[in-house]
């Protein structure tokens, strides 16, 4: 892949491109696809406001995707931006998308006058861990990820 990087809001037109990169992303990180509605699911809730997204497009093709949404910090009384995904296809990435992502995130955040940035990333990711070191994330050692299932096939 070459050409000019350029970042996009993502918009319902992008779901079908958006689905493969998650299917990339689920491969990457050893955890299941999305299902069958899932298309169906995000588009809805990408026009109810759920999520939002940015899409990278380098030389008209899409190599790589944020997905964010915001929760809320009671102690600062200030939005939090929740970054769900961050992803590069494979033969695009170490070449400043993820950078570029990442940053454009953060000016989002900084315009929504969000107190922070959070996200989560699988321990042995190491790569990840050194990119967003390198973007000026920190790691929560002190608190510990809970999560409750609430539908069966999820987990
Ligand atoms: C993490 C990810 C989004 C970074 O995207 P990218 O386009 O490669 O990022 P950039 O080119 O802007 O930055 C690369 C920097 O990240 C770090 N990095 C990324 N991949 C690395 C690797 N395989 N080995 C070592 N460092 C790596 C380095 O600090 C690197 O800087 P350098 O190239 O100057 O050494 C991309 O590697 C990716 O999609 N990985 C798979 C999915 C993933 O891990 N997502 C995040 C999990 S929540």
């Not at 699988?122 to 994330?137: C, S, T, V």
Request: charged share 25%; proline share 6%.
């Amino acid at each position: 892949v070459s050409g000019r990087v350029r970042l996009s809001p993502l918009t319902s037109r992008d779901i079908p491109n958006l689905l493969g990169l998650i299917r990339a992303l689920a491969k990457f990180e050893h955890l299941p696809p999305p299902d069958k509605g899932a298309g169906r699911r995000l588009r809805a809730a990408l026009r109810a406001k759920g999520f939002h997204g940015l899409i990278a497009r380098q030389g008209g093709h899409p190599v790589g995707y944020a997905l964010y949404f915001f929760t809320y910090s009671s102690f600062l009384a200030r939005p939090t931006f929740y970054l769900e995904d961050l992803f590069v296809l494979p033969g695009a990435r170490r070449s400043g998308i993820g950078g570029k992502l990442f940053r454009a995130c953060a000016g989002i955040a900084r315009k929504r006058r969000c107190g922070r940035m959070e996200w989560a990333v699988l321990d042995w990711n190491r790569p990840a861990h050194r990119f967003y070191r390198k973007e000026g994330g920190r790691i929560l050692s002190e608190w510990q990820p809970y999560r409750m299932t609430l539908r069966k096939g999820a987990f």
